[in-house]
């Protein structure tokens, strides 16, 4: 067996897993929340409603979004900031930062907040609810993992 014919085989393996290596969008994590936290609304409460109302569709894990991004550090975070979830074109132009004045219209009726939101969800007519919504999504702060450094 001449090291020559080995060779290219090894090489052609090799760029095949680099292929693969680079197709998959490593799970992306937002900035830790800076600002403080949201107290116009009950969090407990609002817990509560985010489980009915917004889990089928969201997490909080880096990297595992479901229909809709996951929604850790999302509180003071630009909209459509993750690399590794394809957002519409709407939100992912919009330069909006994600405060209680921008949550607030889009909780309550994302498709007319955002003429061509992906996100399909029932409105909230409430305001008190959206603000519970709004109190509990300011408590979910995790620090960006280790592995995040190695990926940047
Ligand atoms: C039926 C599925 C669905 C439900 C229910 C849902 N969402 Fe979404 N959400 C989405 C999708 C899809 C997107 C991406 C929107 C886009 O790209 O236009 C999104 C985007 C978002 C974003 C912007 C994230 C970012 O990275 O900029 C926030 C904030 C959000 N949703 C909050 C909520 C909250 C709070 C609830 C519950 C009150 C909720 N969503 C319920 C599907 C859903």
Known sequence: ?????KYPLGAIFAAILLLTACEKTPPDYRDPVTLPLYTKGDADNGALIYKDA????????PGLNKKGPQLMNIYGAPAAELEDYNYSEGLATSGWVWDAETLDPYIADAEKAMPDSKMLSDPMPDAKERADVIAYLSTLRAPVPAVDDKAK
């Open 1 to 5: 067996m001449s090291i020559v014919k």
């Open 54 to 61: 917004c889990s089928q569709c969201h997490q909080l894990n």
